[in-house]
Nanobody
């Protein structure tokens, strides 16, 4: 059974930091592109950051570049998103996603999803 479980969401003041984690199981994690997306009610799911299967390649949305860092541990089947200098506009529900094969920034191309972790940044 495929499972992606996010943890680490919460509330923080603007300028603060949070780290999200994703624990994966039930699929070939080492062969999967992993990404973080975020979505607000009534809006399209937005790609935030991605990392290739081996971890050598990473990419970030312009809105988070320089503030967020994505990483993965293929021995532990985990992925993380370190978020710093948080802004109120980063408030959202963040989703861990996995895609077999090559990476993509399009949410509909992803095969597996977590349940989401809420991040609230207050001004």
């Amino acid at each position: 059974q495929v499972q992606l479980a996010e943890s680490g969401g919460g509330s923080v003041q603007a300028g603060g930091s949070l780290t999200l984690s994703c624990q994966a199981s039930g699929f070939k994690y080492k062969g999967a592109c992993m990404s973080w997306f975020r979505q607000d009610a009534g809006k399209e799911r937005e790609w935030v950051a991605g990392i290739t299967s081996g971890g050598a390649g990473t990419g970030y949305a312009d809105s988070v570049k320089g503030r967020f860092t994505i990483a993965r541990d293929n021995d532990r089947n985990t992925m993380s998103l370190e978020m710093s200098s948080l802004k109120p506009e980063d408030t959202s529900t963040y989703y861990c996603a996995a895609k077999n094969g090559a990476c993509s920034r399009v949410w509909s191309n992803f095969d597996y999803w977590g349940q989401g972790a809420k991040v609230t940044v207050s001004s």
